[in-house]
């Protein structure tokens, strides 16, 4: 690795020039996506390349209220609304079971009853995919088979065995919709990661993985959702449960397939105590966010949510502008400007994309102005001309 050699101001890190490694791609609009709960009603302000819908009015028990009667005016506005925002990648989630479908109702679940069951029949659900797919072939890219199975708030699977009945069912929904729908991918069911000692072998996220293995279900990428486990925690601690997922994938011979961050956030209001990190610490997490999925070799990452304040760390209220949705647009922007290169460094990380780069800390230190940098570039979008050291810090920033 070559380095600039000058003389450098006291206390001044040296930024190394970075090769061009034989990895070095392009990242599309796609790898940056996002929750939009107001897609039925609008579409986003903002061009957006990838969209999960979910808590958007479109689930599974709002479209088929009654078996065989669906509803579909809801999803064919989120759909074309997702589309006119020039979205490329449109993953569905399906579920939640309809009461009418559930095989267990207690009152207690989050969306309504029956809704965390499984169906009576696995006919019911593959019936509403296939229903779907056939609807909206070509335009739904990707489907989900459940969201955060691995909770009660989402799911009960009715009996010790309910991973093993949701791995089936992930195998008779992928056959069903890849008969209709040839292009459209499988996402395996999300799940939220606890990288405790019981994650690795005893955890639904094993069983589940091992039963889509044993029983040949065929799914196009493997969804967690890395929030970290506390609420004061950031992006360090998702690159943790990132390792705990991978590590787990690899036990059970999925280590190959892509990972899909299908939520995430970091803080959260809706229960005491609440936790909401600062307007600039949140904006550094969310461009750390997107940096790291490209770094740690996360395929998609989907950002809960564009307009949804309810979690520590909002992009938007009420339509304005808040300083992480500006982090987002201008870190998506960076990163789609040229081949990205990767990332290196741990104390100071310098990722480079084209013949820029893109700087952050662990902590406020001084970095020497590599050659040929002319320009400083903030989340917020204001640049300034670059001096010959250049302070950096949790937040990143671009020089060019």
Request: include cysteine; hydrophobic fraction near 40%; charge should be positive.
């Amino acid at each position: 690795m070559r380095r600039v050699i000058c003389a450098m101001a006291a206390g001044a890190v040296a930024v190394p020039l970075l090769a061009a490694p034989a990895s070095a791609k392009t990242i599309g609009p796609d790898f940056f996506g996002l929750h939009v709960s107001n897609i039925v009603s609008a579409k986003p302000s903002i061009s957006v390349g990838a969209i999960r819908l979910w808590d958007s009015g479109v689930r599974w028990d709002q479209i088929e209220g009654k078996q065989g009667k669906y509803q579909w005016g809801a999803l064919d506005q989120a759909v074309a609304s997702a589309e006119a925002a020039g979205a490329k990648e449109i993953l569905y989630v399906l579920g939640s079971t309809p009461r009418w479908a559930a095989s267990k109702v207690t009152g207690q679940e989050l969306y309504g009853p029956g809704t965390t069951s499984l169906p009576k029949k696995q006919k019911y659900y593959v019936d509403y995919a296939k229903a779907v797919a056939s609807r909206y072939k070509g335009r739904i890219t990707s489907y989900q088979i459940w969201n955060e199975a691995n909770t009660r708030s989402f799911y009960d699977g009715g009996t010790y065995d309910g991973w093993i009945k949701l791995a089936a069912l992930t195998k008779k929904t992928d056959k069903a919709i890849a008969k209709i729908d040839s292009k459209a991918k499988i996402v395996a069911a999300s799940s939220t990661v606890i990288p405790v000692s019981t994650f690795y072998k005893e955890s639904f996220f094993f069983r589940y993985l091992r039963e889509i293995k044993r029983q040949g279900a065929n799914v196009d990428a493997v969804s967690v959702h890395l929030y970290p486990t506390k609420r004061k925690q950031g992006p360090d601690a998702r690159v943790v449960s990132l390792n705990a997922a991978r590590s787990v994938m690899r036990s059970v011979g999925l280590g190959n397939k892509p990972i899909w961050d299908t939520e995430v956030n970091y803080g959260d209001r809706r229960t005491a105590p609440i936790f909401t990190p600062s307007p600039k610490k949140g904006a550094a997490y969310v461009s750390r966010t997107f940096l790291d999925s490209a770094r740690y070799g996360v395929d998609r990452t989907f950002w809960y949510g564009w307009d949804i304040d309810v979690l520590g760390i909002s992009m938007t209220v009420q339509g304005a502008l808040l300083p992480a949705g500006q982090a987002f647009l201008t870190t998506r922007d960076w990163m789609t400007s040229g081949s990205w290169r990767g990332c290196s460094g741990s104390s100071v990380t310098i990722c480079k994309v084209g013949k820029t780069r893109i700087v952050y800390a662990t902590k406020p230190t001084s970095i020497k102005k590599p050659g040929g940098i002319t320009t400083v570039t903030k989340l917020n979008g204001s640049t300034k001309v670059a001096g010959s050291t250049i302070k950096v810090g949790l937040a990143p920033v671009r020089l060019s």
